[in-house]
């Protein structure tokens, strides 16, 4: 079996308001999204299908064009079975563009899936549970909006909430606690920074603000590289402090356990590059005695199922995950939804990915990119 044809278009689906108005995190508003989706075509019929998705630059257009003029020509004619082979001729063929290259991973499992008569998870070592225990983030808003928001996820069954922070101190302190409030202690708390604290000293000083609600987890308190920094916090802390946007890659990982800044780690299928590279990180964690979750851009329907079949997938998922980035969006673009009730998300039914798109909304959402 040969790949015959790479095609990579950019898309813009809808973002969901949950208050109405364009959600807002430390990472800024998102008013539109700028994604890709990846289609690989073999010889003998089979055909795979991948998504890029980043909230990061480049986007989707820009990396849509990288994979035209850099991978395309190292995946022609090649086997799509080899993707330990693939993976490393992409790394050699363009550095960095890791959304891209995930999407390609996502479609070059999808076809062996099929090809095999298999799941992905299959794929990836064997399913070692059933569903995907999620949590959900709550972005920026009112303090009483932000805890009317836990409270109908904690009656959706949602387990775990996630709280966008780095509005200020007081804003934060105030969430933080009318959330808990209103949620209860059965509902785990978690907070995140995505990097809004400058310092140790400010991130310090809120997470002990914060420690009177019974926080699960602090998410990525500094910036990215700043790995002293959060080395440091740790040992100023009992909070475990978890590494979101500082692994991207399986090497960024080794990194963090090497200058012993985290107690979690939050793996991507988008920032490690794909399936394949973020086994790879669960398996480095795993080794080092660090458990960790998985985290989320957040991914339409195509992504959340590659993510699905990665948590059923890993022994190593020790927390709820954010595997449900499909809630984000006001439409999804498969015919059939995903399975994502009572706080958990379950596997599609079927080969490959197991998932087939509705190809009129996915051209509207080409269509939209121009807009």
């Known amino acids: 079996m040969k790949i015959k044809s790479v095609v990579a278009v950019p898309i813009s689906p809808p973002p969901q308001q949950f208050y109405g108005r364009p959600n807002r995190t430390a990472l800024g508003e998102v008013v539109r999204v700028d994604y890709g989706v990846v289609k690989i075509e073999t010889d003998e019929g089979?055909?795979?299908?991948?998504?890029i998705c980043t909230v990061f630059t480049p986007g989707?257009?820009?990396?849509?064009?990288?994979?035209?003029?850099?991978?395309?020509?190292?995946?022609?004619?090649?086997?799509?079975?080899?993707?330990?082979y693939l993976v490393s001729a992409m790394d050699e063929a363009l550095s960095g563009a890791e959304p891209a290259k995930a999407a390609i991973d996502m479609a070059l499992f999808d076809i062996v899936g099929k090809a095999l008569q298999t799941p992905v998870y299959n794929l990836l070592g064997g399913m070692v549970r059933e569903r995907v225990p999620l949590s959900?983030?709550?972005?920026?808003?009112?303090?009483?909006?932000?805890?009317?928001?836990?409270?109908?996820?904690?009656?959706?069954?949602?387990?775990?909430?996630?709280?966008?922070?780095?509005?200020?101190?007081?804003?934060?302190?105030?969430?933080?606690?009318?959330?808990?409030k209103a949620v209860g202690p059965s509902v785990r708390l978690r907070v995140d920074a995505n990097m809004a604290?400058?310092?140790?000293?400010?991130?310090?000083?809120t997470i002990r603000r914060l420690e009177d609600y019974d926080i699960e987890i602090v998410e990525q308190p500094v910036a990215r590289h700043a790995l002293d920094a959060m080395a440091e916090l740790r040992s100023m802390t009992d909070q475990p402090i978890m590494a979101d946007e500082s692994v991207w890659t399986p090497?960024?990982?080794?990194?963090?356990?090497?200058?012993?800044?985290?107690?979690?780690?939050?793996?991507?299928v988008a920032e490690s590059g794909g399936l394949l590279k973020a086994a790879q990180t669960f398996s480095i964690c795993e080794a080092a005695g660090i458990p960790c979750l998985i985290g989320s851009m957040p991914e339409t329907g195509i992504g959340t199922a590659a993510q699905i079949h990665l948590g059923v997938a890993m022994t190593n998922l020790k927390f709820d995950s954010d595997?449900?980035?499909v809630r984000y969006f006001s439409e999804d673009c498969l015919t059939r939804a995903l399975k994502i009730e009572n706080g958990y998300a379950y596997p599609p039914e079927g080969v490959g990915l197991g998932i087939d798109v509705d190809e009129v909304i996915l051209s509207r959402w080409q269509a939209d990119v121009e807009n």
């Open 46 to 51: 089979y055909s795979g299908i991948g998504e």
């Open 251 to 268: 090497i960024d990982a080794m990194e963090c356990i090497r200058r012993d800044a985290v107690d979690v780690v939050s793996i991507y």
């Open 323 to 325: 595997v449900c980035g």
């Open 60 to 84: 989707g257009r820009s990396l849509c064009a990288q994979i035209e003029r850099y991978l395309v020509p190292v995946l022609l004619g090649e086997d799509p079975c080899q993707i330990n």
């Open 197 to 205: 604290w400058a310092t140790t000293k400010e991130a310090i000083a």
């Open 136 to 180: 959900h983030s709550i972005t920026y808003g009112s303090s009483e909006e932000m805890a009317n928001f836990a409270v109908q996820l904690a009656q959706e069954g949602f387990a775990t909430v996630k709280v966008k922070v780095g509005q200020g101190l007081e804003k934060d302190v105030d969430a933080v606690r009318e959330i808990r």
